[in-house]
T-cell receptor
Framework: GENVEQHPSTLSVQEGDSAVIKCTYS??????FPWYKQELGKRPQLIID?????GEKKDQRIAVTLNKTAKHFSLHITETQPEDSAVYFC????????????FGSGTRLLVRP | ETGVTQTPRHLVMGMTNKKSLKCEQH?????MYWYKQSAKKPLELMFV???????ENNSVPSRFSPECPNSSHLFLHLHTLQPEDSALYLC?????????????FGPGTRLLVL
């Protein structure tokens, strides 16, 4: 069945360093890849997304890259700050009537001041 | 933050109880979702409603019964739950057009089944 693998499960970086989280998906028909950030005790919130017609998208310190051939996509956070500490989830979806998002298992990012 | 609301925020129930979770979206969206979030597990999609019609039931046990009376409201009726059903239940909504769009989540209901 459809599956999204996410790595690493935990990531600790020094403030100012970069963080990279990687996801691999199994359904080659997937064409929408959002990333959600969930702070402790709060709801998941979309931080960036990418569709299969582009290979990279950037929004200030956050960027996402997509490799359709290899079926993987990555989140890059540069100049990390303590407030970036949270759990990050990747997801994949295909364009059909169900609009089903398949989520990765999450990465707990800790940015050390 | 108030676009999708959920009540109650916390719920403790026994295995023989019947309770309902409520979700309301104020974003004018046409699709609503129920997810289950357990510790150390990915977010699991439970149900999808598109224009009030259920379009997805992700092999969810019948002790969970969804109801969508209109495109703004979504309920999850619970009965004879098991302790392993204890989790954070998240509602989400989106405005679906020709393909998948951003899903906006509610704050969740943290459920404990004793």
């Amino acid at each position: 069945g459809e599956n999204v693998e996410q790595h690493p499960s935990t990531l600790s970086v020094q403030e100012g360093d970069s963080a990279v989280i990687k996801c691999t998906y199994s359904d080659s028909a997937s064409n929408y890849f959002p990333w959600y950030k969930q702070e402790l005790g709060k709801r998941p919130q979309l931080i960036i997304d990418i569709r299969s017609n582009v290979g990279e998208k950037k929004d200030q310190r956050i960027a996402v890259t997509l490799n359709k051939t290899a079926k993987h996509f990555s989140l890059h956070i540069t100049e990390t700050q303590p407030e970036d500490s949270a759990v990050y989830f990747c997801a994949a979806s295909r364009m059909d009537s169900s609009y089903k998002l398949i989520f990765g298992s999450g990465t707990r990012l800790l940015v050390r001041p | 933050e108030t676009g999708v609301t959920q009540t109650p925020r916390h719920l403790v129930m026994g295995m023989t109880n019947k309770k309902s979770l409520k979700c309301e979206q104020h974003l004018g969206h046409n699709a609503m979702y129920w997810y289950k979030q357990s510790a150390k597990k990915p977010l699991e999609l439970m149900f999808v409603y598109n224009f009030k019609e259920q379009t997805e039931n992700n092999s969810v046990p019948s002790r969970f019964s969804p109801e969508c009376p209109n495109s703004s409201h979504l309920f999850l009726h619970l009965h004879t739950l098991q302790p392993e059903d204890s989790a954070l239940y998240l509602c989400a909504s989106s405005q679906e057009r020709e393909g998948p769009e951003t899903q906006y989540f509610g704050p969740g209901t943290r459920l404990l089944v004793l």
